[in-house]
């Protein structure tokens, strides 16, 4: 890993950072979770942080004006080795039967301020007057598997960018250099899209997305069809699932090949303590999914299994990036910087997750994870206070 992240540097010309050194540092910002260069700076200066990078730390603005150059295909190459190790090492494994991957867009920060080229911007009324806030829009890719996931690629919008046209080419990109990552892609209500569709369909992959524009032909026509009766009933924990499955629709007008609609009202039983004694409340939500998987080969159960997984990359993903990673604002604010950054961070993620997995079950169980992260930063933070 070291000798991969000194290859970033290689043929970059910034005589006031040694190559070796800045790759480190970034390592070290995600590693220890810090929220700002300065703070990069304060710790790597002396102590574990000094002896980690064996020369002398750059200054926050050294750090800042470095990364926008720092190469974003090499820091692609990075994680696509580790997705590699971890099919090889069998962490990164299929669920029942299927690969999944999940895309979503997220969006990193906001200000009325502070812009550049590649912003986007929309237009907020604030106490009565229109104001241009410039904000940065991304789409992520992650990998999900039984006990792990993978956040493999990142793609930043570009400023008249939808969310659907960046994540179009952070698909075909992701099917270009690894075409066997995935079977099935998950999405949220935002990409029931002909292209995409056809795009995966091209690629011989599948597309279960949310359906929930209650305008559109497919589930007007989907509703139509869902009886008053559930085909299928199943339980699993507190939660009872009743679902309408309807195979073969081709009310969609931008694409001809048919599709199924799976339909999921979902009874979850919630106890309560209200004074001094517990109460059952239940709650009750709906999902419907559009797919081009067959019924023949996936049954309704597994569909409504796999729709949810796309929450993976709410709750593990951008959540756990950004309250506990620290991802939710521009450490410098540049194009490259930013994606270079992400990337980094991935690559952060997936070493702790790691770091996390090969700890003994008993040992790894007594710790909430946010302590695990914050050990680590005490193994560089302690010898710099005491050296102090
Ligand atoms: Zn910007």
Redesign the pocket.
Known sequence: MRRELEALEDHREKPEIPAAVFPKALLMLWLCRLRSFNALHVLGRRGAGRRFLRQDMPSADQIANNSEILDVPGLRAILGRMYKRLGRNKVLVAMRGHRLAVVDGHEINCSYK??????QKRQITVNGQKRTQ?Y?RAVVFQLVGPGFRFLLDFELLEPHDDEGTAALRLIRRVLETYPRCFDILLGDGLYPQARLFKLLRQHGKHALVVLKDERRDLLKDARGLFGPKPQRTFRSGATAYRCWDVEDLDSWDSYHEKVRVVRSVETTTLRERKKDRWIERQQTSEWVWVTTLPAAEVPTATIVCFGHERWRIENEGFNELCNQWHANHYFH?H?TSITALWLMLFIAHALFHCFLRNIKPCLRQSLPVYIWAQLMLVEFLLPLLSSA
Do not use: A, D, N, T
């Open positions: 502070r812009c550049c080229p590649k912003c410039y940065h604010h194009p």
